[in-house]
């Protein structure tokens, strides 16, 4: 298991100082939970990383609760993902494969792949908050 976890948030008409493009790095050890949000079909969805520390300290900016990342297919931060009822979840899919790949290695991946519209559309993380 690699020491961190990439996520690479893209949203190409996102305002400075961010810029279109970053990468965020999660240490593995602070990682609690995984849980994906968004009901069946084309609804917005997000992807929630708990934290560990946060159980010791106040949650604040500094110490945050959890990451929530937004998942669309439009590499501008729109568009909602199809996700269907009785079919794997590929965002926390996606999520399992860069926990578990890399072993010994320093920063794994997070490769979102399609959704599951009838017509496939790639999925990209398009913002990511801290609470």
């Known amino acids: 298991m690699a020491k961190f976890i990439k ?12 810029g279109p493009s970053f990468d965020v790095l999660i240490n593995v050890e ?10 069946s079909g084309a609804n ?3 992807l929630v990383i708990g934290f560990k520390e946060s159980a ?10 959890k990451a929530t990342f937004t998942v669309h ?3 501008n931060g729109t568009g909602n ?19 578990t790949a890399n072993p010994g290695g320093v920063v ?4 979102l792949g399609k959704d599951q519209a009838a017509t496939p559309a790639q999925l990209y993380f398009s913002t990511v908050t801290y609470s």
């Open 73 to 75: 297919t439009g590499t």
């Open 56 to 65: 010791i300290a106040t949650p604040d900016a500094t110490n945050p609760e």
């Open 30 to 39: 602070d990682i609690a939970t995984i849980a994906c949000t968004g009901a």
């Open 108 to 111: 794994s991946t997070v490769s």
């Open 81 to 99: 993902p199809t996700l269907t009822t009785g079919k794997p979840n590929v965002i926390y899919d996606a999520v399992v494969r860069a926990l």
């Open 7 to 18: 996520f690479p948030i893209l949203k190409s008409n996102a305002a400075q100082p961010l």
């Open 44 to 46: 917005a969805k997000t």
